[in-house]
């Protein structure tokens, strides 16, 4: 969190033994000790509450995402349902002139199988 060595410790040390006092110095220095090791905890607490609201925010818009597209294909089911359901429409009746044979040639007789000969 904070970027300090060892020289500036050091340093803060001495300027605290100059003021303070070397009575007092170990009682401030577990107080301060103390302090940090509540805003560390703290830190710690927020940022893992923070992590776990993303979480729980990116499961929430992926359930989301997938009732949408259940949903989707919910109605896209139902669509081809409706339109299964519906009656088939017969092929389309012509008048007796104009009727086409099975092999789409109109009024055109199917020829009868040649006789070939039979092997013994």
């Known amino acids: 969190m904070f970027d300090i060595g060892f020289a500036e410790v050091f340093l803060l040390s001495i300027i605290g033994l100059l003021v303070l006092g070397p009575e007092r110095l170990p009682g401030v220095a577990r107080t301060l000790g103390g302090f940090v090791r509540k805003a560390r905890l ?51 009746k012509t008048s007796a002139g104009d009727s086409e044979g099975p092999d789409g040639d109109a009024g055109t007789e199917p020829s009868e199988p040649q006789d070939s000969p039979q092997s013994s």
């Open 42 to 92: 703290s830190w710690y607490n927020l940022k893992r509450t923070v992590e776990a609201e993303l979480a729980e925010a990116e499961a929430a818009n992926t359930l989301r995402d997938a009732k949408r597209e259940f949903e989707s294909a919910q109605q896209e089911m139902n669509q081809l349902g409706q339109a299964l359901q519906q009656p088939l429409d017969g092929p389309a």
